[in-house]
């Protein structure tokens, strides 16, 4: 179908976001701004007759292998409600994601930041599982030919980061890098004082920038993007054991990598959405987020895997690892 196909990549400025959501979609939506039909009919409504949801992710692939990964997702939530136009759509970054929530120009995403930004503006629907496993884990690499032994070492050099709100891929890493002693100073939204950091805007930007640049020599991201690139051998038993992406192709990729630092475990990012978000369908559309249990999606087209496995009941509470890590770097969130 047409709609499957039809997905906008929203920008990070507040104009694009406006005219990147303002009226757009993927069905061709005849209701009114309220979400009711626009003929008042309270029954047998189709799709067409409801205000379409929006839900925001990254782009983690390529644009088109990140549609492929989601749609299943998609899929599984318009069959389950099939009067709700659903779709998943992407923003840039976390930056862009938080701005669409907050300004009413979408209404769900996966994120922990923007739920910890804005408490008192979004709702928990529940917290992700990924392979059976409710947790993940951010990690510093280097490559093997560095002289970057442990995380001290990164004194006075040069890493390089995902996005600046991320969790795994900003705040962990410069979390890392604090507790080892060095001065983080404003990281992660101004600039650390015992080292230079490269804010790249993606974890596999921030791997690649390690790869190319000689002036970098450590990257901080999601193991997701590490794994494969570090042999087995080097990952600590907590990660063996808790990552739900560990598999036989670990350390098979090349370039190979050099692990300096894996983190303690993070929570998997929650499905939140908008507190003020009314539509007739949304406790409906929530049910069928948490109802995904292992096998409930169909397995993705193309080399790409489901970014979800299970969706299980959480709460702000089950995020104070990341509050303390927050707490611990003085980051205002107020600036995402």
């Not at 989601?70 to 994601?97: C, G, K, L, Q």
């Not at 080399?303 to 496995?309: G, R």
Request: hydrophobic share 35%; net charge negative.
């Amino acid at each position: 179908m047409a709609d499957q196909t039809r997905r906008r990549v929203l920008q990070s400025t507040g104009v694009a976001l406006t005219a990147g959501l303002a009226g757009c979609s993927s069905d061709s939506s005849g209701g009114s701004s309220d979400g009711s039909s626009g003929d008042g009919a309270d029954g047998g409504s189709s799709g067409a007759d409801y205000e379409p949801v929006s839900f925001l992710e990254t782009p983690g692939e390529t644009p088109g292998d990140t549609e492929e990964m989601w749609e299943p997702f998609r899929e599984h939530v318009r069959s389950t409600v099939p009067d709700a136009p659903f779709n998943v759509d992407f923003a840039d970054n976390t930056s862009a994601i938080g701005q669409a929530l907050i300004n009413n120009q979408a209404e769900m995403t996966r994120s922990d930041i923007v739920l910890l930004a804005n408490p008192d503006q979004i709702d928990v629907v529940g917290i992700v599982e990924e392979g059976g496993a409710s947790v993940y884990f951010s990690a510093l690499a280097t490559l093997p030919d560095s002289d970057i032994e442990e995380t001290a070492d990164i004194e006075g050099k040069t890493i390089a980061f995902a996005d600046r709100p991320s969790t795994s891929g900003s705040l962990y890493p410069n979390y890392m890098l604090n507790q080892a002693g060095l001065d983080t100073g404003e990281a992660p939204y101004g600039d650390p004082v015992d080292y230079n950091g490269e804010w790249t805007g993606s974890h596999r930007n921030a791997v690649q920038t390690l790869i190319n640049r000689d002036d970098v020599v450590a990257c901080g991201c999601d193991i997701a993007v590490l794994l494969n690139h570090i042999p087995e051998d080097q990952w600590p038993d907590r990660v063996r054991e808790g990552s739900g992406r560990w598999d036989d192709e670990v350390g098979t990729e090349s370039p190979e990598l050099q692990l300096v630092e894996a983190s303690t475990s993070l929570p998997f990012s929650p499905i939140i959405a908008r507190s003020n978000w009314e539509h007739p369908l949304r406790s409906d559309i929530e049910d069928a987020i948490v109802g995904i249990d292992d096998g409930t999606l169909r397995e993705p087209d193309g080399e790409v895997e489901n970014p979800l496995t299970a969706v299980t009941e959480a709460s702000i509470d089950d995020y104070q690892p990341v509050i303390d890590v927050i707490d611990t770097l003085n980051v205002d969130l107020g600036q995402l």
